[in-house]
């Protein structure tokens, strides 16, 4: 796990936390009654929410980090600091593999991950721990 998050001020962190932590009450989650929220901050210093969307069609159903960074990226964030994710269990989920993958997408292997449990306490990790040997946009490169 990484241990320090460069250039995340604790202003920052903590706007983004108690962000990610309210965006919980957004979930619409009927079918896991599993609430995610996530907030991102953005280079230009904005936060972004989002929040697990689920539906009828179980697999139809969209987790909280993928409504977060479309979110961001439709409102045309590009650039991006770091990201909070905010569960209700103890120890903290991680990011599933879908998300891990279209994270990796707008960030570099440096970018932090706090996740938070339900009690408010974070694990700290990147993008490039969750999804080494990726397959991104640089391999479009050549
Ligand atoms: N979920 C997320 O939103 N993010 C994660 O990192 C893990 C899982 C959602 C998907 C589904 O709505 C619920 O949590 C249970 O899997």
């Not at 980090?65 to 439709?74: D, L, P, T, Y």
Request: aromatic residues 10%; hydrophobic residues 40%.
């Amino acid at each position: 796990m990484a241990s320090t998050a460069d250039h995340l001020s604790a202003q920052e962190l903590e706007t983004l936390s108690s962000k990610a932590i309210a965006a919980k009450a957004t979930a619409y989650c009927p079918y896991s009654k599993f609430r995610v929220g996530a907030c991102i901050l953005t280079q230009s210093g904005e936060y972004v929410q989002g929040a697990n969307v689920e539906n009828a069609s179980y697999p139809v159903g969209t987790c909280a980090e993928r409504v977060a960074f479309g979110n961001a990226i439709v409102a045309g964030h590009r650039e991006f600091k770091a990201i909070a994710v905010a569960t209700d269990i103890k120890p903290a989920a991680s990011p599933c593999g879908m998300c891990r993958q279209f994270m990796s997408e707008f960030t570099t292997p440096s970018f932090p991950i706090f996740m938070y449990d339900g009690e408010g306490n974070y694990s700290l990790t990147t993008m490039g721990e969750l999804l080494p040997h990726s397959f991104g946009p640089k391999d479009f490169s050549h």
